[in-house]
C-alpha cells in the first residue's frame, strides 16, 4: 500500500471513528433528558431490598449479583447538572444503593465521569417504566437470545464439538451477574452477535472491512463496559476468525499478522473512546481532576497490598485466584484435554502443530488482560473471573475437535 493509500485508509478510520463516537454521546445526550422523577419512583423500592457488599472473603461471592454496580447503573445521572452537556458526561451516580434510603438531594454522591456509562442509553428509558427485576429479566432474554443464535449458527458450521466445548467452558464458571444484569453482560451480547455476524459472512469481509469492524467493537466496548469483561469482545470475535482461518488452512504466519491488527486495532477503539471521555470530562466536568486519573489506573495495574483480601498479590496469584474462583470448569476441561492427550499418546500423534498457535495466542489474552490489569482483577474477582471462557472454550474445543474425529486412513482402502 502506497502513500496515498494508508493516507486514504487513515481518514476512512478517523472519518468512522468520528462518526460513531458522535452518534454514542448523542444517545447519552438524549438518554439524560428522561425525566428523574420516572426513573426515581421505578428504581427506590427494589434497591431497597438489595444488599451491595456481602460475602467480601475470596469464594463466597461467586454466584452473588454484583447490585453495587446494579445501584450504580439505576442511578446514573439522576439528579445530575442542569446542564445537558455536563450532565452526560459527569455520570452522576449514587453509590450502595443510597437513593433508596435518602431524597436524591440528601444521599451521598459522586460524579463518575471516568466511564461512559454508556448502558443508560437502555437503562434510563427503561426504568422510567419498568422496574429493575424486570429489566433483569429482559437482560437475560437478550442475553440467552443473543448467546443460542451464536451457538447455533457456530454448530452448524463446525460441528458439535463447539457446542460441547462452550457447555463445558461457560455452565460451571460464576456468571450470575453476566447473565442477569445490564452493567455486565452488554460486552458478552456485543461479543455474541459480532461473532454470530463473522460466522454469517463466512469469515470473509463484505459492506464493512474486518479493520472498521474491530476498532466498533473497541468502541462499544469502552461506551458500555464498566470494567468487568471488556476482552471478551476482542476475543470471541477473534475465535470465529480463527476458526475459519484453521478450516480454510491459511498459512500461520498470515493468520498471527492478522490476530496482531485487528488486536491493535481494537485497542485503538477502545483506549481511543475511553480517552475521548476523559478529554471531554477534564474540559467540561466542574471537579474532574486528571491527577485523580492518573491514579486510579495506577492503581488498576499495580502490585500493592490488596484492599479487598488485604493481601498482597503478585501476577502469578492473580491467575491463581481466577483458577481458584473457576475451578470446576478448569477440572472438566481439563479432563477432556487429558483424554485428548491419552488419545494423542497412544496413536503417538502427541506433537504440537503450528495451525494451533493463532488460537492458543487468543486463548492467551484474556489472561494477560487480567495481569495487566492485577489489582483489578483481584478487587473484583467474582465478576472478572468469566474472562476465562474463551480461553477454556478453545482448550475444549481443540481438545474435543480431536477426539470426536475420525482417524484418518493413512493409505488406500483394499478390499
Not at 47 to 55: D, I, V
Not at 108 to 131: C, D, E, F, K, V
Not at 259 to 271: A, D, P, Q, R
Not at 327 to 337: D, H, K, S, T
Amino acid at each position: 500500500m502506497g502513500r496515498g493509500g494508508i493516507f486514504e485508509s487513515v481518514l476512512r478510520y478517523c472519518g468512522v471513528f468520528l462518526f460513531v463516537g458522535a452518534l454514542l454521546w448523542l444517545a447519552v445526550i438524549a438518554a439524560n433528558l428522561v425525566p428523574d422523577a420516572a426513573i426515581e419512583r421505578n428504581v427506590a423500592p427494589i434497591l431497597s431490598q438489595e444488599t451491595s457488599w456481602e460475602g467480601i472473603n475470596l469464594g463466597t461471592r461467586s454466584w452473588i449479583l454484583d447490585t453495587f454496580t446494579e445501584c450504580i447503573g439505576d442511578s446514573i445521572g439522576i439528579s445530575g447538572s442542569e446542564n445537558i452537556i455536563v450532565r452526560s458526561l459527569e455520570s452522576r451516580t449514587f453509590d450502595e444503593c443510597t437513593i433508596a434510603r435518602q431524597s436524591p438531594s440528601a444521599a451521598p454522591h459522586r460524579n463518575y465521569w471516568r466511564y461512559w456509562h454508556g448502558y443508560q442509553i437502555i437503562s434510563r428509558p427503561a426504568l422510567a417504566l419498568i422496574s429493575p427485576v424486570s429489566l433483569r429479566d429482559l437482560n437475560q432474554l437478550a442475553y440467552v437470545g443473543a448467546l443460542l443464535a451464536l451457538l447455533i449458527l457456530a454448530t452448524s458450521s463446525f460441528g458439535p464439538a463447539l457446542a460441547l466445548a462452550a457447555v463445558a467452558a461457560g455452565s460451571l464458571v460464576p456468571t450470575l451477574s453476566q447473565f442477569s444484569l445490564y452493567t455486565h453482560s452488554l460486552v458478552w451480547i456485543i461479543a455474541f452477535v459480532a461473532a454470530a455476524y463473522l460466522i454469517r459472512i463466512n469469515g470473509e469481509p463484505k459492506r464493512i472491512s474486518f479493520g472498521i469492524l474491530f476498532m466498533i467493537l473497541g468502541m462499544l466496548t469502552s461506551f458500555f463496559d464498566f470494567l468487568t469483561n471488556p476482552i471478551v469482545t476482542l476475543t470471541i470475535p477473534l475465535i470465529a476468525l480463527c476458526l475459519f482461518w484453521r478450516r480454510q488452512g491459511s498459512p500461520v504466519p498470515q493468520q498471527i499478522s492478522r490476530l496482531l491488527k485487528y488486536s491493535g486495532i481494537w485497542m485503538i477503539g477502545y483506549l481511543g473512546f475511553w480517552s475521548v471521555k476523559w478529554g471531554l470530562a477534564l474540559l467540561f466536568v466542574p471537579g474532574a481532576d486528571l491527577r485523580d486519573l492518573v491514579q486510579v489506573v495506577e492503581h488498576r495495574a499495580g502490585n500493592s497490598t490488596n484492599e479487598t483480601l488485604s493481601v498482597t498479590v503478585n501476577r502469578l496469584g492473580g491467575i491463581k485466584i481466577l483458577a481458584w474462583q473457576s475451578r470446576m470448569a478448569c477440572f472438566l476441561v481439563g479432563g477432556i484435554l487429558l483424554a485428548a492427550l491419552t488419545k494423542a499418546f497412544v496413536r503417538r500423534e502427541l506433537r504440537f502443530e503450528s495451525g494451533l498457535l493463532p488460537l492458543s495466542l487468543v486463548a492467551c489474552l484474556p489472561l494477560g488482560w487480567a495481569l495487566v490489569a492485577l489489582n483489578h482483577t483481584v478487587q473484583h474477582h467474582w465478576f472478572v473471573t468469566p474472562i476465562v471462557v474463551p480461553s477454556l472454550f478453545v482448550v475444549a474445543f481443540l481438545s474435543l475437535d480431536y477426539l470426536l474425529a475420525e482417524r484418518e486412513q493413512s493409505g488406500p482402502h483394499h478390499g
